[in-house]
C-alpha cells in the first residue's frame, strides 16, 4: 500500500515536471510580464486596456494559423500573402471612396477569392517542396513582397492609371507611403453595433427555421418541431430587442468589460448546465460540467474585488471583433470533427498513412493553404480598419514574425497548436510589447532598449522553436522503424504510398 502511494506521488510530481517544463517558454514570458509590468510603473487598467484592444486587432490573424499546423504544414510564415491580399483590396476601397461598412463588406468580398487564389498557389509550391514548408513560405513572402512593391511603386499609376492626388506620389506613378483610412473605413468594424448583430443573427436563425420546416413538408415528414422552435425563438428574440432596457444594451458598440465576463459566465453556465441535465453522451464528464460552473461563477464573483473592480468597469471592448474572433475559434473546433478535418489531421500525423487510406494528400494540404490565407486576410483587414493607418509599403512585412511569436509563447509547436495556446500567446506577447519599451527607459533610460529587446524575442522564441522541431525529427529519424527513418526522402518528406486495392 504505502510503495502504491508513493509510486502515484512519484507520477504526479514527474507529471508536474514535464507539464512545467512542455510550458517553460509561456512561463518564461509570464515571469517577464509581471517583471515588466511592476518595474515599468504602469498601472494595471492601462495594460489591461491595451492589452484588449491588442488583442481585438491581432488574435484573429494568430487563429489563422492554426489549420496549416493540423494539417502538417508547419508555422505559415505565407501568411504575409494573405496579408498582401488584404492591403490590395483595401487600396481600391479608398480609391473609390467607399466608407464604413459598406468599404469593409467590399474589402472582403475582393480579398476573399484573391486570398483563395494566393493561397492555391502557395498550395501548390508547398507541395513541390515538402518538408521544408516553413523556409519556403518565408521566400514565398519575400518574393510575394517584391510583386506587391511591384505593384503599388510602378504598375499602379504607370499603367494601371489612377487618379487620385491623395493616395499618389506626385507624378502620378507610384503609391504613397501612408494611406489614412479615417474617412473610410477607420473604425468600421469597431463601431458596428451589438444590436446590428444580434438581428442579423436572428434573421439567420429565421431562415434556418424557415429552410428545416420547408424541407420537412417537402420530404412528407410533417412540420419540423425544431425548424418551428428556431423561427418562434428568432420572433421572441426580436421582439424583445424593443424593450427599453434591452435596446439601451444593445445599442453600444463597445462592452465595458464587466459586462462582457457577465455574458460569457452567463454563456459558460448555460452551456454546461444544458450538457449535464440533457446531453445522451455517455462519455460525459459531469464532474467537469459542475467544476466549470463552479469556476465560471467565482470568475464573476473576483470581478467585486477591490483592484480588479477598478479595471472590469474601466477597459472596453469591440464589440464584433471580438465576436469574429469567438467565431473562428469555433470554426477551428467544429472543423476538426468534419471529415475534411480528418483527413488535415491523418495528413499532418502521416502522409504515408493518409495516401494508404485513399485521402489525396496534395489538395488537403492546398485546401489548408487557402483557409489559412483567406483568414489572414480577414486578419489584416481586421488590423487595418482598428489602426486607421495603412503602411502601404510596410504593414505586412512582420505579419507573419509577430503571429508565429505569439502563438510559440502561447506553448504551441510546429506540430501542434490550439485556440487557448493562440490566445494565451497573444496576451503575452502583446503585454510585454506595450511595457517593454518604459521598463527599458526606467531601467536604462533608454525606450529603445525595450524595443529591442522585443525584437530580439520575436526572433529567439521563433528560432528555439524551429531548432526543438529540428532536434525531434533528427531523435524520430534515428529511432529504428521510423516513417521519418525508413519511408522519407532526402528531403525529410515521407514519400508518397499509392493505396493499394
Given at each position: 500500500?504505502k510503495?502504491?502511494?508513493?509510486?502515484?506521488?512519484?507520477?504526479?510530481?514527474?507529471?508536474?515536471?514535464?507539464?512545467?517544463?512542455?510550458?517553460?517558454?509561456?512561463?518564461?514570458?509570464?515571469?517577464?510580464?509581471?517583471?515588466?509590468?511592476?518595474?515599468?510603473?504602469?498601472?494595471?487598467?492601462?495594460?489591461?486596456?491595451?492589452?484588449?484592444?491588442?488583442?481585438?486587432?491581432?488574435?484573429?490573424?494568430?487563429l489563422?494559423?492554426?489549420?496549416?499546423?493540423?494539417?502538417?504544414?508547419?508555422?505559415?510564415?505565407?501568411?504575409?500573402?494573405?496579408a498582401?491580399?488584404?492591403?490590395?483590396?483595401?487600396f481600391?476601397?479608398?480609391?473609390?471612396?467607399?466608407?464604413?461598412?459598406?468599404?469593409?463588406?467590399?474589402s472582403?468580398?475582393?480579398?476573399?477569392?484573391?486570398?483563395?487564389?494566393?493561397?492555391?498557389?502557395?498550395?501548390?509550391?508547398?507541395?513541390?517542396?515538402?518538408?521544408?514548408?516553413?523556409?519556403?513560405?518565408?521566400?514565398?513572402?519575400?518574393?510575394?513582397?517584391?510583386?506587391?512593391?511591384?505593384?503599388?511603386?510602378?504598375?499602379?499609376?504607370?499603367i494601371?492609371?489612377?487618379?487620385?492626388?491623395?493616395?499618389?506620389?506626385p507624378?502620378?506613378?507610384?503609391v504613397?507611403?501612408?494611406?489614412?483610412?479615417?474617412?473610410?473605413v477607420?473604425?468600421?468594424?469597431?463601431?458596428?453595433?451589438?444590436?446590428?448583430?444580434?438581428?442579423?443573427?436572428?434573421?439567420?436563425?429565421?431562415?434556418?427555421?424557415?429552410?428545416?420546416v420547408?424541407?420537412?413538408i417537402?420530404?412528407?415528414?410533417?412540420?419540423?418541431?425544431?425548424?418551428?422552435?428556431?423561427?418562434a425563438?428568432?420572433?421572441?428574440?426580436?421582439?424583445?430587442?424593443?424593450?427599453?432596457?434591452?435596446?439601451?444594451?444593445?445599442?453600444?458598440?463597445?462592452?465595458?468589460?464587466?459586462?462582457?465576463?457577465?455574458?460569457?459566465?452567463?454563456?459558460?453556465?448555460?452551456?454546461?448546465?444544458?450538457?449535464?441535465?440533457?446531453?445522451?453522451?455517455k462519455?460525459?464528464?459531469?464532474?467537469?460540467?459542475?467544476?466549470?460552473?463552479?469556476?465560471?461563477?467565482?470568475?464573476?464573483?473576483?470581478?467585486?474585488?477591490?483592484?480588479?473592480?477598478?479595471?472590469?468597469?474601466?477597459?472596453?471592448?469591440?464589440?464584433?471583433?471580438?465576436?469574429?474572433i469567438?467565431?473562428?475559434?469555433?470554426?477551428?473546433?467544429?472543423?476538426?470533427?468534419?471529415?475534411?478535418?480528418?483527413?488535415?489531421?491523418?495528413?499532418?500525423?502521416?502522409?504515408?498513412?493518409?495516401?494508404?487510406?485513399?485521402?489525396?494528400?496534395?489538395?488537403?494540404r492546398?485546401?489548408?493553404?487557402?483557409?489559412?490565407?483567406?483568414?489572414?486576410?480577414?486578419?489584416?483587414?481586421?488590423f487595418?480598419?482598428?489602426?486607421?493607418?495603412?503602411?502601404?509599403?510596410?504593414?505586412?512585412?512582420?505579419?507573419?514574425?509577430?503571429?508565429?511569436?505569439?502563438?510559440?509563447?502561447?506553448?504551441?509547436?510546429?506540430?501542434?497548436?490550439?485556440?487557448?495556446?493562440?490566445?494565451?500567446?497573444?496576451?503575452?506577447?502583446?503585454?510585454?510589447?506595450?511595457?517593454?519599451?518604459?521598463?527599458?527607459?526606467?531601467?536604462?533610460?533608454?525606450?529603445?532598449?525595450?524595443?529591442?529587446?522585443?525584437?530580439?524575442?520575436?526572433?529567439?522564441?521563433?528560432?528555439?522553436?524551429?531548432?526543438?522541431?529540428?532536434?525531434?525529427?533528427?531523435?524520430?529519424?534515428?529511432?529504428?522503424?521510423?516513417?521519418?527513418?525508413?519511408?522519407?526522402?532526402?528531403?525529410?518528406?515521407?514519400?508518397?504510398?499509392?493505396p493499394?486495392v
Amino acid at each position: 500500500m504505502k510503495n502504491n502511494t508513493t509510486s502515484r506521488k512519484n507520477n504526479f510530481v514527474s507529471g508536474l515536471v514535464g507539464k512545467l517544463f512542455e510550458n517553460k517558454v509561456t512561463l518564461l514570458f509570464l515571469a517577464l510580464c509581471i517583471a515588466s509590468i511592476l518595474v515599468s510603473g504602469n498601472s494595471f487598467s492601462f495594460v489591461v486596456s491595451n492589452v484588449l484592444t491588442r488583442f481585438g486587432r491581432n488574435t484573429f490573424m494568430v487563429l489563422a494559423l492554426l489549420i496549416p499546423v493540423l494539417a502538417g504544414l508547419g508555422l505559415n510564415f505565407g501568411i504575409v500573402i494573405g496579408a498582401i491580399a488584404a492591403q490590395i483590396s483595401l487600396f481600391f476601397v479608398v480609391l473609390w471612396n467607399i466608407q464604413g461598412v459598406t468599404g469593409m463588406l467590399v474589402s472582403f468580398l475582393i480579398t476573399t477569392p484573391l486570398a483563395m487564389l494566393f493561397g492555391y498557389w502557395v498550395g501548390g509550391l508547398f507541395n513541390k517542396m515538402k518538408g521544408a514548408e516553413m523556409i519556403g513560405g518565408l521566400i514565398l513572402g519575400y518574393f510575394a513582397d517584391g510583386l506587391y512593391q511591384l505593384l503599388f511603386l510602378f504598375v499602379l499609376g504607370g499603367i494601371i492609371p489612377v487618379n487620385s492626388t491623395e493616395l499618389m506620389i506626385p507624378g502620378g506613378v507610384g503609391v504613397k507611403n501612408t494611406i489614412d483610412l479615417t474617412n473610410t473605413v477607420k473604425y468600421a468594424l469597431d463601431d458596428v453595433k451589438m444590436l446590428s448583430v444580434v438581428v442579423i443573427f436572428l434573421i439567420a436563425l429565421a431562415i434556418y427555421g424557415i429552410y428545416k420546416v420547408a424541407t420537412s413538408i417537402t420530404d412528407k415528414k410533417g412540420i419540423s418541431a425544431a425548424g418551428v422552435a428556431a423561427i418562434a425563438a428568432g420572433l421572441c428574440a426580436y421582439a424583445a430587442t424593443y424593450i427599453p432596457a434591452i435596446e439601451d444594451f444593445l445599442l453600444q458598440d463597445r462592452l465595458v468589460l464587466y459586462q462582457a465576463i457577465l455574458l460569457l459566465c452567463i454563456g459558460i453556465v448555460l452551456n454546461a448546465a444544458y450538457k449535464l441535465f440533457f446531453s445522451k453522451d455517455k462519455r460525459l464528464n459531469k464532474t467537469r460540467q459542475v467544476v466549470i460552473i463552479v469556476c465560471a461563477v467565482f470568475a464573476y464573483i473576483a470581478t467585486y474585488i477591490p483592484g480588479i473592480d477598478e479595471i472590469v468597469v474601466t477597459a472596453k471592448i469591440s464589440v464584433l471583433p471580438y465576436i469574429m474572433i469567438f467565431g473562428l475559434c469555433v470554426f477551428n473546433t467544429k472543423f476538426q470533427l468534419t471529415r475534411l478535418g480528418h483527413n488535415m489531421r491523418t495528413v499532418g500525423q502521416s502522409q504515408v498513412v493518409a495516401n494508404a487510406s485513399g485521402i489525396d494528400v496534395d489538395k488537403t494540404r492546398v485546401i489548408a493553404m487557402m483557409m489559412s490565407t483567406v483568414f489572414a486576410g480577414w486578419g489584416q483587414l481586421i488590423f487595418l480598419q482598428n489602426l486607421g493607418t495603412f503602411a502601404t509599403y510596410g504593414a505586412h512585412l512582420q505579419v507573419g514574425l509577430f503571429a508565429i511569436a505569439a502563438l510559440l509563447v502561447g506553448g504551441a509547436s510546429v506540430q501542434k497548436a490550439t485556440n487557448a495556446q493562440a490566445i494565451t500567446g497573444v496576451i503575452l506577447f502583446h503585454t510585454l510589447f506595450i511595457v517593454a519599451p518604459e521598463a527599458g527607459k526606467v531601467l536604462f533610460d533608454n525606450a529603445m532598449i525595450g524595443e529591442y529587446f522585443r525584437v530580439f524575442v520575436s526572433y529567439g522564441v521563433i528560432a528555439l522553436s524551429l531548432a526543438m522541431h529540428a532536434w525531434k525529427r533528427k531523435v524520430k529519424a534515428d529511432e529504428p522503424g521510423s516513417e521519418s527513418g525508413d519511408d522519407a526522402d532526402d528531403s525529410g518528406a515521407p514519400k508518397r504510398v499509392e493505396p493499394t486495392v
